[in-house]
Nanobody
Framework: QVYLVESGGGLVQAGGSLRLSCAAS????????MGWFRQAPGKEREFVAH????????YYADSVKGRFTISRDNAKNTVYLQMNSLKPEDTAVYYC?????????????????WGQGTQVTVSS
C-alpha cells in the first residue's frame, strides 16, 4: 500500500503561482510513475501532468503546458507541481496519484493509489 499526501493548495489571484507537493510513503514497483489530476465542480477528473521516478521524464496536458512544471525529489519521495500564470479555469481539487507502469500517462484507470486532494482556487 502506497500512501500519498498532498499539500500546498490555496487561494490565489489570476496570474499568480502556487506549488503543490505530494509526499509518497515509499517508492516501489507499485508507484514507478506519479501523476497530477484535477477535478472541477461538475466535471470529470482530468489529467494534468506525469513524471517517472527513475528518469524524471515528464508529460503535460495541453491546457497546462508552458505554465505548470512537475518535478520530483527522490530523496524525499516527493513530487511537486509548480503552477504559474494561474487562470480561473485552473480552479479545482488537485489530486496526486501513483501507478506501476510508466506508459499511458493520462489513463486514470491505471493509477492505483490516490491522495486526498487539495483545493486550488484562482480568483479573477
Amino acid at each position: 500500500q502506497v500512501y500519498l499526501v498532498e499539500s500546498g493548495g490555496g487561494l490565489v489571484q489570476a496570474g499568480g503561482s502556487l506549488r503543490l507537493s505530494c509526499a509518497a510513503s515509499e517508492r516501489t514497483a507499485a508507484n514507478r510513475a506519479m501523476g497530477w489530476f484535477r477535478q472541477a465542480p461538475g466535471k470529470e477528473r482530468e489529467f494534468v501532468a506525469h513524471i517517472t521516478w527513475s528518469t524524471g521524464s515528464t508529460y503535460y496536458a495541453d491546457s497546462v503546458k508552458g505554465r505548470f512544471t512537475i518535478s520530483r525529489d527522490n530523496a524525499k519521495n516527493t513530487v511537486y507541481l509548480q503552477m504559474n500564470s494561474l487562470k480561473p479555469e485552473d480552479t479545482a481539487v488537485y489530486y496526486c496519484a501513483a501507478k506501476s507502469t510508466v506508459v499511458a500517462v493520462s489513463n486514470r484507470e491505471l493509477y492505483k493509489y490516490w491522495g486526498q486532494g487539495t483545493q486550488v482556487t484562482v480568483s479573477s
